[in-house]
């Protein structure tokens, strides 16, 4: 049974007399463990679609389940549920809270998940081991503006873990970063989805980024123009080995290790 | 998400702006100190009243002549003929009543020595220092056939004694003049302080009321009868001496009283009403500033909402429900008031303890004022909290999030 399913999803948008139909009857299943990239051009409708697969939005019209259940009937309160267990969202602009450390930021999820029963300790600990995921342990007492771009989607993605969500859906992940940074992102998607099985659905620009995936989805005005699988999937960790180490982003700290290194040191 | 958890968050966010938080809370520091400091100067003038209702003596009736409430009667006190010393005599016979002392009260210029002095000139009876319970310090009180010959003979209060003679010397056997007749001072009364008017009681010489009436005055009738009742039931035996006297006076079913009996606490009750009056006036006039801080409160945790709300959409994406929200925002509002009331008490009681110091008045803070003002503060928290910590939780994951 596919994790993901919809039918016939349409959005519809209002915006004065203005009627924008961002979404027009998408269809989509989605098995678990795939990595599917989601491209298309601008304002096809992408991100539309994710926010409702994220249960951040609902659709005008059509259907979606998740694990075969209706979400139309779900309460706010088990949309909020789904967001924080099963559904780890990965934004492109980051959107962490700002003066918060990066390990607090992390944490943030579990304050929602009966986790404050939790002992600070435990909590910490299962912090840490996000962070440790992706190489960032080192830096959790860090504040979001001591961490370069690459650091901080780092932080998010270990956000998005916390709860040991089954889903991951990332708007643009890569959208803000360099092609480097880029690499070492995708490494850590494709790790994740290679050794935890992670279902991953991906939004990017980029065609060589889909490549990391294991299918590739093409929007165009608000319905699936292409949906096929990838053949040479790309390898994100043999890529980067090969690649020479880019500059230390703060040069006082030695910190910042090479992603071949921590890609090693999964928990 | 426990409260615990929610008022470490609430913590984290206030001390994130402490300028802010800071100023917010000024607000209700200043409104909770202002209503602290009202209570209590309300509380310690209703105090100062109750002390000195304790000092006028203790089940005292007052007959005063003429009446200023009945219409057509109407005469300045201390003007009206109607009382004389026959009809205190004839209170002596009233059941209840224990002791009597008519009255005839004068102003006068007083000089021993070098000395001078202006003061009140009390005529009273024996019974004076009885119905007062007022001891006499130096020498004693003038006897009843001091009054029977109307003999010039002076007891001072306290203030008079200091000002003519020095203070603590013994003045008996002395020879004063009063309005430049000669008076021997036979005795000085112990210090009383305030009467329940705000007049120094020490600031007074007593004599025979015959010899104010016959040697300063030259009149018959006098001002006032002071009668104390053998128990504190004061009310009926004020109903007998008024029978006794409409009597005595041949007053009419009709006709209104031509005197006032009043007892001490009815005197005392308008004192402390109108204070109480003043106390409540004043704390809700304070009470105004307690809103305005609520206000305040209000009106930066819309700010603080708005300015967040990229952090409310991003707690909501991952997982935080409308209600966790709401707690937070709310929590942040109470621990703002709470902490500003809790400053407050403090202003409150350094304002109260600054104005006891500086200004000699008397304050008293009644400790249910405190759980008043600090339950107030926290339901001010609550409701100026409540409306921008909706919005908060209402707000829309997707669209807080787009918020620029
Ligand atoms: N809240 C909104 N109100 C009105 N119109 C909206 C809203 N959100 C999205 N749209 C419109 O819906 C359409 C699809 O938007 P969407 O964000 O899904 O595009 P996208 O494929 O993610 O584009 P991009 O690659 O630029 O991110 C666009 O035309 C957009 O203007
Ligand atoms: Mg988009």
Same mark, same amino acid.
């Given at each position: 049974?596919a994790?993901?399913?919809?039918?016939?999803?349409v959005?519809?948008?209002?915006?004065?007399?203005?009627t924008v139909?961002?979404l027009?009857?998408?269809n989509?299943?989605?098995?678990a463990?795939?990595?599917?990239?989601?491209?298309?051009?601008s304002?096809?409708?992408?991100?539309?679609?994710?926010?409702?697969? =994220?249960?951040? *939005? !609902?659709p005008?019209?059509?259907?979606?389940? #998740?694990? &075969?259940?209706d979400v139309? %009937?779900?309460?706010?309160?088990?949309?909020a549920?789904?967001r924080n267990?099963?559904?780890?969202?990965?934004?492109?602009?980051?959107?962490?809270?700002?003066?918060t450390?990066?390990?607090?930021?992390?944490?943030?999820?579990?304050?929602y998940?009966?986790g404050?029963?939790?002992?600070?300790?435990?909590?910490?600990?299962?912090?840490?081991?996000?962070l440790?995921?992706v =190489?960032?342990a *080192? !830096?959790?007492?860090?504040?979001?503006?001591? #961490?370069? &771009?690459?650091?901080?989607q %780092?932080v998010?993605i270990a956000?998005?873990?916390?709860?040991?969500?089954?889903?991951?859906?990332?708007?643009e992940?890569?959208?803000?970063?360099?092609?480097?940074?880029?690499?070492?992102?995708?490494?850590?998607?494709?790790?994740?989805?290679i050794?935890?099985?992670?279902?991953?659905?991906?939004?990017?620009?980029?065609?060589?980024?889909a490549?990391?995936?294991?299918?590739l989805?093409?929007? !165009?005005d608000?319905?699936i123009?292409?949906?096929?699988?990838?053949?040479?999937?790309?390898?994100a960790?043999?890529?980067?080995?090969?690649?020479?180490?880019?500059?230390?982003?703060?040069?006082?700290?030695?910190?910042?290790?090479?992603?071949?290194?921590?890609?090693?040191?999964?928990? | 998400?426990?409260?615990?958890?929610?008022?470490?968050?609430?913590?984290?966010?206030?001390n994130?702006?402490?300028?802010?938080?800071?100023?917010?809370?000024?607000?209700?520091?200043i409104?909770?100190?202002?209503?602290?400091?009202?209570v209590?100067?309300?509380?310690?003038?209703q105090?100062?009243?109750?002390d000195?209702v304790?000092s006028a003596g203790?089940?005292?009736?007052?007959?005063?002549?003429?009446?200023?409430?009945?219409?057509?009667?109407?005469?300045?006190?201390?003007?009206?003929?109607?009382l004389?010393?026959?009809?205190?005599?004839?209170l002596?016979d009233?059941?209840?009543?224990?002791y009597?002392?008519?009255?005839?009260?004068?102003?006068?210029?007083v000089i021993?020595g070098n000395?001078?002095?202006?003061?009140?000139?009390?005529?009273?009876?024996?019974?004076?220092?009885?119905i007062?319970?007022?001891?006499?310090?130096?020498?004693?009180?003038f006897?009843?056939?001091d009054v029977?010959?109307?003999?010039?003979?002076?007891v001072?209060?306290?203030?008079?004694?200091?000002?003519l003679?020095?203070?603590?010397?013994?003045?008996?056997?002395?020879?004063?003049?009063?309005?430049?007749?000669?008076?021997?001072?036979?005795?000085v009364?112990?210090?009383?302080g305030?009467?329940?008017?705000?007049?120094?009681?020490?600031?007074?010489?007593?004599?025979p009321?015959?010899?104010?009436?016959?040697?300063?005055?030259?009149?018959?009738?006098?001002?006032?009868?002071s009668?104390?009742?053998?128990?504190?039931?004061t009310?009926?035996?004020?109903?007998?001496?008024?029978?006794?006297?409409?009597?005595?006076?041949?007053?009419?079913?009709?006709?209104?009283d031509?005197?006032?009996?009043r007892?001490?606490?009815e005197?005392?009750?308008?004192?402390?009403?109108?204070?109480r009056?003043?106390?409540?006036?004043?704390?809700?006039?304070?009470?105004?500033?307690?809103?305005v801080?609520g206000?305040?409160?209000?009106?930066?945790?819309?700010?603080?909402?708005?300015?967040?709300?990229?952090?409310?959409?991003?707690?909501?994406?991952i997982?935080?429900?409308?209600?966790?929200?709401?707690?937070q925002?709310?929590v942040?509002?109470i621990v703002?008031?709470?902490?500003?009331?809790?400053?407050?008490?403090?202003?409150?009681?350094g304002?109260?303890?600054a104005?006891?110091n500086?200004?000699?008045?008397?304050?008293?803070?009644?400790p249910?004022?405190?759980?008043?003002?600090?339950?107030?503060?926290?339901a001010?928290?609550?409701?100026?909290?409540?409306?921008?910590?909706r919005?908060?939780?209402?707000?829309?994951?997707?669209?807080?999030?787009?918020?620029?």
């Amino acid at each position: 049974m596919a994790v993901i399913s919809v039918k016939d999803l349409v959005k519809t948008y209002i915006v004065g007399e203005v009627t924008v139909r961002a979404l027009r009857g998408a269809n989509m299943d989605v098995e678990a463990g795939e990595f599917v990239a989601v491209t298309g051009p601008s304002g096809s409708g992408k991100s539309t679609l994710m926010h409702i697969l =994220g249960c951040l *939005d !609902r659709p005008t019209s059509g259907q979606y389940l #998740l694990d &075969g259940k209706d979400v139309s %009937r779900m309460s706010k309160d088990e949309l909020a549920a789904i967001r924080n267990i099963k559904i780890g969202f990965v934004f492109q602009g980051f959107n962490l809270l700002s003066r918060t450390t990066a390990l607090d930021n992390v944490e943030l999820p579990l304050l929602y998940n009966g986790g404050s029963k939790m002992k600070t300790a435990e909590r910490h600990r299962r912090a840490m081991d996000a962070l440790g995921s992706v =190489g960032l342990a *080192d !830096r959790y007492h860090h504040y979001p503006n001591q #961490l370069s &771009g690459g650091q901080q989607q %780092r932080v998010a993605i270990a956000r998005a873990l916390i709860n040991q969500p089954s889903i991951i859906l990332a708007d643009e992940p890569t959208g803000n970063l360099d092609t480097h940074t880029s690499v070492e992102v995708m490494g850590i998607f494709q790790r994740l989805n290679i050794e935890r099985g992670i279902t991953i659905i991906l939004i990017t620009h980029e065609t060589d980024i889909a490549e990391y995936g294991t299918r590739l989805v093409r929007f !165009r005005d608000g319905r699936i123009q292409i949906d096929q699988q990838i053949t040479n999937r790309r390898d994100a960790a043999k890529e980067l080995a090969a690649l020479p180490p880019p500059e230390p982003d703060l040069p006082n700290e030695p910190a910042d290790v090479v992603p071949a290194d921590h890609l090693g040191g999964v928990s | 998400m426990s409260i615990l958890m929610t008022f470490r968050i609430a913590l984290k966010a206030l001390n994130r702006n402490k300028m802010r938080t800071v100023l917010t809370m000024l607000g209700m520091i200043i409104g909770v100190g202002a209503v602290i400091t009202m209570v209590a100067l309300g509380r310690g003038a209703q105090a100062t009243i109750e002390d000195q209702v304790k000092s006028a003596g203790t089940n005292l009736i007052n007959v005063n002549a003429g009446n200023f409430q009945a219409a057509g009667v109407r005469q300045g006190q201390g003007m009206a003929t109607t009382l004389t010393a026959d009809d205190a005599a004839a209170l002596r016979d009233v059941p209840g009543v224990q002791y009597v002392a008519a009255g005839v009260n004068s102003r006068g210029q007083v000089i021993a020595g070098n000395q001078n002095w202006s003061t009140r000139i009390e005529g009273t009876d024996v019974d004076f220092p009885d119905i007062r319970v007022w001891p006499v310090r130096y020498g004693m009180f003038f006897t009843q056939q001091d009054v029977n010959s109307a003999a010039k003979v002076a007891v001072l209060g306290s203030v008079v004694a200091d000002t003519l003679f020095g203070p603590d010397v013994d003045p008996t056997g002395q020879i004063m003049r009063i309005r430049n007749q000669p008076f021997k001072v036979i005795g000085v009364m112990t210090s009383k302080g305030q009467g329940s008017f705000g007049q120094d009681q020490d600031d007074t010489i007593f004599t025979p009321y015959t010899t104010v009436q016959k040697k300063l005055q030259g009149i018959q009738h006098i001002n006032n009868i002071s009668v104390s009742s053998v128990t504190a039931n004061t009310a009926p035996v004020a109903a007998a001496v008024g029978e006794v006297l409409r009597a005595r006076h041949k007053l009419g079913p009709g006709d209104p009283d031509d005197f006032m009996v009043r007892t001490q606490e009815e005197i005392a009750s308008v004192r402390t009403e109108t204070t109480r009056t003043m106390t409540t006036l004043l704390a809700a006039i304070a009470g105004v500033s307690l809103l305005v801080g609520g206000i305040g409160i209000m009106n930066i945790m819309l700010v603080s909402v708005t300015e967040r709300t990229r952090e409310i959409g991003l707690r909501l994406a991952i997982g935080a429900r409308g209600k966790d929200v709401l707690l937070q925002f709310l929590v942040e509002a109470i621990v703002i008031s709470l902490f500003g009331g809790l400053l407050g008490i403090g202003l409150g009681f350094g304002l109260s303890a600054a104005v006891e110091n500086f200004f000699q008045w008397p304050t008293s803070i009644p400790p249910n004022a405190i759980g008043m003002a600090f339950g107030f503060a926290a339901a001010t928290g609550v409701f100026f909290g409540f409306y921008p910590a909706r919005k908060a939780a209402g707000l829309d994951p997707i669209e807080a999030l787009r918020y620029e």
